[in-house]
């Protein structure tokens, strides 16, 4: 990859459905060229896909993240855990005072009521924290 294609998915990241001719002004090259780019990027799997991200009141269900701490000697340790909950989404290892950050989407507050009582029960599990995601204003897809 180089500047252009770099500049290519900046542009497509802030906009992916803007026009080849707007792109094309912004990075600098013929329409043809960044058409092409972008189909090599494609077929190169550099651009996955494209997808719609709905505002969070415009979703169903319910998102939160768990800050958890754990008396595991490493975080891999308690990690199967995580594993067997369906609705979880990521699952990373922190700094500071909790050791992981658990992203969970569910249908409902009560089903996130349960996973939290099923997490909180763990032998392994000494504190945990819920953060109900209320809102969303940034999301570049990662």
Known sequence: MDKFDKAIINELRKNARQSISHISEVVNLSRSSVSERIKKLEKTD??????????????????????????????????????????????????????LVVFVKAETMSRIHEIR??????????????????????????
């Open 46 to 99: 550099v651009i996955k896909g494209y997808q719609v991200l709905l505002s969070e009141s415009q979703k169903e269900g319910v998102s939160v993240y768990f800050e958890i701490k754990h008396k595991c000697a490493r975080c891999s340790d308690v990690i199967p855990l995580f594993q067997d909950i369906p609705e979880v989404v990521t699952c990373r290892g922190i700094t500071g005072e909790m050791d």
């Open 117 to 142: 009582e099923y997490i909180d029960m763990q032998m392994d599990i000494e504190k945990i924290r819920t953060n109900v995601v209320m809102s969303e204003w940034i999301n570049n897809g990662g």
